[in-house]
Nanobody, 115 residues
């Protein structure tokens, strides 16, 4: 059974870079056809897709976040990572790693941007 687990700091200061890691167990992130995503939900708002990295390492980003977002992977650790630069309080949200088309989701992690 494939499981996803987010990890990273819960508090980030404005203007800093938010970094989160998703560790995948029970399956390989290089499995053909799988797209691994970062999705967030600000308080009181809906889900927002941020970007994805696929099984071959190709990346895709939301146009609204592309200038600040980078997604990478470490296949030796079966992990993929989100970096969001120049954060503001508007980036406060629950961040999820997921493989939505396979109905695979992490439990989510709260990240607050505050000084």
């Amino acid at each position: 059974q494939v499981q996803l687990q987010e990890s990273g700091p819960g508090l980030v200061k404005p203007s800093q870079t938010l970094s989160l890691t998703c560790t995948v167990s029970g399956g390989s992130i290089t499995t053909n056809g799988y797209y691994w995503s970062w999705i967030r939900q600000p308080p009181g708002k809906g889900l927002e897709w941020m970007g994805s990295i696929n099984y071959s390492g190709s990346t895709y980003y939301s146009p609204s976040l592309k200038s600040r977002t980078s997604i990478s992977r470490d296949t030796s650790k079966n992990q993929f990572t989100l970096q969001l630069s120049s954060v503001t309080p508007e980036d406060t949200a629950v961040y999820y790693c997921a493989c939505p088309f396979r109905a695979l989701w992490g439990q989510g992690t709260q990240v607050t941007v505050s000084s």
